[in-house]
């Protein structure tokens, strides 16, 4: 999911890294946690949504993504029955100044709810710009920082993997975790994630431990690492497969570690890179993935529609357009408000269904899979609605 080592940054880890690394205040503290933010609405007129897409910018990567982005959301208003999405798109770059001028413009030209930017730190600036004018944004990041007020997350957070994993090891027995991070702000965030997942659901955190970002400096680390793993069941990292998690996956059990008994966890898709799964460390270790029947669904939609298969981040912007068309649709003049973006039913998404939190965080279903003989074997699959063992 983050790509730290210059030679491994290929364009989807680059936006995951934007998306997760910018420590920021969360959004206007002037805001009520309590207050039900977003207009009243007339659920038969068409209900007007600004697209914010980091188009602008100059850099390939971006327009590349913008136009993802555009695409998803218009293919999820085709795909609406009962609702009328009028979606007017505007360029934010990676300009967080930018991004708040966008999002006062998109406000005053009439939009009534604000979805992206995608990343963090201009969600936050489109966040504060508008938040004395009534309007919620759902942003594209998965920053927990910037989450709460008028903005909510769409991308799929530490926490959620997380928690999700740690309930389903506890269930297998694991109780004792060495939580292992890079030692980057991505990796403390990881680190953070992990630990109150671990510490949530009554187990224990045997112990912390770090590493430098660079290959000598793993390879330097790797006898402290498994002399802190000692007492632990399981080493929960966070580890990215196109960075840290290749060396550490072939590193640690030459250095002593037994995989059978010390499993590896994941807080990374292990399966982003097909290679992986012949890293011997990573046979029987656990991580989290959406559920990928659905996912496949809107890649072959998108494909079919568009030529070429949607961008990683593209089904954000689906989402949250598969979220305001239901609300909607359900004749609900409140369809915009916190309360109603909230609804503890959730929605249904490009990648199983999801729900936006009171805090502006949110929970995303997600299977649990290992490797073995070199294959992803899905072990627990993704739930299919909320209530039920997976959340």
């Known amino acids: 999911?983050?790509?730290?080592?210059?030679q491994a940054r290929n364009p989807a880890a680059r936006f995951f890294a934007f998306?997760?690394?910018m420590w920021l205040a969360a959004c206007d503290p002037a805001l009520s946690t309590t207050a039900n933010v977003g207009p009243q609405i007339d659920a038969d007129d068409p209900v007007q949504v600004a697209l914010l897409v980091p188009g602008g910018s100059g850099a390939g990567s971006d327009a590349f993504l913008a136009q993802n982005l555009e695409n998803a959301a218009r293919l999820a208003i085709a795909d609406l029955d009962g609702a009328d999405i009028r979606l007017r798109v505007y360029n934010t770059g990676a300009n967080p100044a930018l991004a708040a001028d966008v999002a006062r413009a998109a406000v005053n030209d009439g939009a009534q709810i604000i979805l992206g930017p995608l990343f963090a730190e201009a969600a936050n600036a489109a966040g504060v710009a508008v938040a004395d004018r009534n309007v919620n944004v759902l942003a594209f990041s998965n920053n927990p920082t910037i989450a709460g007020g008028n903005v909510f997350i769409l991308g799929n957070t530490f926490d959620n993997t997380a928690n999700r994993l740690?309930?389903?090891a506890n269930r297998q027995g694991?109780?004792?975790?060495?939580v292992l991070h890079g030692d980057d702000v991505a990796g403390n965030l990881g680190r953070d994630a992990i630990t109150n997942a671990v510490q949530r659901n009554g187990s224990q955190v045997v112990a912390t431990d770090s590493y430098p970002l660079s290959q000598q400096g793993i390879f330097t680390s790797t006898r402290r690492i498994v002399s802190s793993a000692r007492n632990a069941d399981a080493i929960f990292m966070t580890a990215g497969v196109n960075a840290d998690l290749p060396i550490l996956a072939t590193a640690l059990p030459e250095a002593g570690i037994d995989t059978t008994s010390t499993r590896f966890i994941g807080l990374t898709r292990w399966d982003a890179v097909p290679q992986a799964a012949a890293l011997p460390g990573l046979q029987g270790g656990l991580f989290a993935m959406p559920d990928q029947s659905t996912a496949a669904l809107f890649a072959n939609r998108y494909a079919a529609t568009y030529g070429e298969n949607p961008h990683p981040l593209a089904g954000l912007a689906y989402d949250g357009i598969a979220a305001i068309g239901a609300l909607v649709a359900a004749g609900n003049d409140q369809?915009?408000?916190?309360?109603?973006?909230?609804s503890p039913q959730g929605f249904r998404g490009t990648a199983g269904v999801f729900r936006l939190l009171p805090n502006g965080l949110n929970e995303r279903a997600l299977a649990i899979a290992t490797i073995q003989n070199n294959q992803v074997v899905v072990l627990e699959q993704a739930p299919r609605s909320f209530g039920g063992a997976g959340f």
Do not use: D, E, W
């Not at 369809?335 to 909230?342: D, F, I, P, R, S």
């Open 166 to 168: 740690v309930q389903y």
């Open 335 to 342: 369809a915009l408000t916190k309360g109603a973006l909230t």
């Open 174 to 178: 694991i109780s004792r975790y060495l």
């Open 1 to 6: 999911m983050f790509a730290r080592f210059s």
């Open 19 to 21: 998306m997760s690394l």
